[in-house]
């Protein structure tokens, strides 16, 4: 399954392999954005299968994905597992249930994104979760690049991992072999 989901993500574009600037500053050789492999109904279906599959013993009530990046992937993910999928968003910067959106303490909640980097934004859809009363029973994510980094308590189900190197521009050994710089449009 890991190639595949890397292919999913190529031939949509979603998966750039090159030499790119970040919105950091910092240089990559690879360029992630999964809303491009999610606009595709079949691929994101099949995403949502294959981290419900791998989640579903879990037996979560509900999924809680952190807008925007997480939504697609959390409703692919609810349906698959035939639970509610709910999403928190960012109110004067801290993320929130809105739209009437309720969690309960009957509730075993999964916490979805597309793309784990720091697990910043995964810690603080928990925290919306058990601040809610509800029981937050794992993180899952298409994509962890986060190398472990994150300090996450919870258990993680991530489809693929994947490593992506970010340099210094004068540390860069892509600039030093002179390959032409990128810079993609908005940062996943
Ligand atoms: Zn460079």
């Known amino acids: 399954m890991p190639d595949d989901v890397l292919d999913l ?36 279906d ?34 698959a597992l035939g639970v509610r999928a709910l999403f928190a968003e960012r109110q004067e910067g801290r993320l929130m249930l809105r739209r009437g959106f309720v969690l309960s303490e009957a509730d075993r909640v999964l916490i979805v994104e ?3 980097t720091t697990g910043g934004s995964t810690r603080e859809a928990a925290d919306v979760a058990t601040d809610a009363g509800a029981h937050v029973i794992g993180a899952a994510a298409i994509v962890d690049r986060s190398r472990a ?28 072999r002179d390959v032409p710089l990128s810079k993609p449009g908005s940062r996943s």
């Open 46 to 79: 099949a995403l949502g299968e294959a981290i419900a599959e791998r989640t579903r013993h879990l037996q979560p009530t509900a999924v809680l994905s952190p807008a925007l990046g997480g939504i697609v992937i959390g409703q692919e993910v609810g349906r």
């Open 9 to 44: 993500f190529r031939q949509s574009g979603a998966l750039l392999e090159g030499h790119f600037r970040l919105s950091s500053g910092l240089h990559s050789d690879r360029y992630l954005q999964s809303a491009l492999v999610l606009q595709y109904p079949e691929f994101a």
């Open 149 to 176: 980094l994150t300090g996450l308590s919870l258990p993680l189900f991530a489809l693929v991992k994947l490593e992506v190197a970010a340099y210094q521009p004068e540390a860069c050994p892509l600039c030093a």
């Open 114 to 116: 597309d793309v784990i």
